[in-house]
């Protein structure tokens, strides 16, 4: 994981917890990560030709915040800049590059190809239910505005 920057340090010096804190501390405390990015590894690209990928490790846990909070792939990336608690989760600093959306999508196809997506949080659900946590999907609402150029289909047409 990267080095915290001096705004990270400041964020984890504060005194209260908020409820999406203490959820991520705990399912990091929980999950068996080297377990499922062995699983993964095989089929992650390697540093080479192109660009350096992101750590496994980082990708894997942006994808679980992704289900878990239920955000498109925009929403997820959003999120890492917005959120400092989820930056830190995945191991990233404003300092550093954050995944694009269309990073954190091709990790999503990644997983789908090699069909390990689902066969990952079944694990995940078992070894949490297992410690007593029951998981339901939850929501953040993303709402978007988009830019229209109003209709001309009315009876004097006219904007």
Not at 67 to 93: C, H, K, Q, V
Request: net charge positive.
């Amino acid at each position: 994981m990267n080095q915290l920057s001096f705004a990270d340090t400041e964020f984890t010096s504060k005194r209260r917890k908020t409820r999406r804190e203490l959820f991520l501390g705990r399912m990091n405390e929980l999950t068996p990560w080297q377990q499922l990015e062995a699983q993964i590894e095989p089929f992650y690209p390697k540093a080479g030709n192109g660009r350096r990928p992101y750590p496994l490790a980082t990708m894997l846990r942006i994808h679980f915040m992704q289900n878990w909070y239920n955000m498109s792939d925009p929403a997820m990336e959003d999120a890492l800049y917005e959120i400092t608690s989820m930056r830190l989760f995945a191991g990233l600093s404003l300092e550093g590059a954050i995944p694009d959306h269309t990073t954190i999508m091709n990790f999503r196809h990644l997983l789908e190809k090699h069909k390990l997506g689902r066969k990952l949080f079944k694990e995940v659900n078992k070894w949490l239910s297992d410690s007593g946590i029951y998981f339901k999907e939850g929501t953040i609402v993303d709402a978007t505005i988009i830019e229209a150029a109003s209709s001309t289909k009315n009876k004097s047409n006219a904007r």
